[in-house]
């Protein structure tokens, strides 16, 4: 199981557009990938222009898929929205163990 945690900063004239295309991808990933088993999106507490994006997925396979889906690209041309480039946090699972993440296929 792999998770990734990813922040960004919008620009926050540009804030509809950026979650319009993210909302794309965090529900098309969840509703059509087998092997993403979560795309959570949250915005922090204190800053309205930084939001992190929380992902599970099977395995590296399952992520490169998400790289190739539809709803990825809708997100990846919205890429302007970002006031910096994003930062990007690997993790794999303690608990649960990956047995404990429900994954279809």
């Known amino acids: 199981m ?12 540009l804030r509809q557009e950026f979650l319009d295309a993210i909302e794309v991808d965090a ?3 969840e509703r059509d990938e087998p092997s993403c088993a979560r795309f959570n999106v949250l915005q922090d ?3 309205e222009n930084t ?5 599970v997925y099977k395995d590296e396979a399952a992520r490169l898929e ?9 997100w990846k041309a919205a890429a302007h929205t970002l006031a910096e480039p ?10 649960p ?9």
């Open 86 to 95: 994003a930062t990007r946090i690997e993790t794999r699972s303690v608990f």
């Open 51 to 55: 939001y992190y994006f929380y992902e």
């Open 45 to 47: 507490a204190e800053d």
């Open 66 to 74: 998400h790289r190739a889906a539809p709803h990825y690209a809708v």
């Open 2 to 13: 792999l998770a990734v945690w990813v922040t960004v900063k919008i620009k926050p004239e």
């Open 97 to 105: 163990t990956d047995p404990g993440y429900w994954f279809p296929k």
């Open 27 to 29: 529900i098309g990933s």
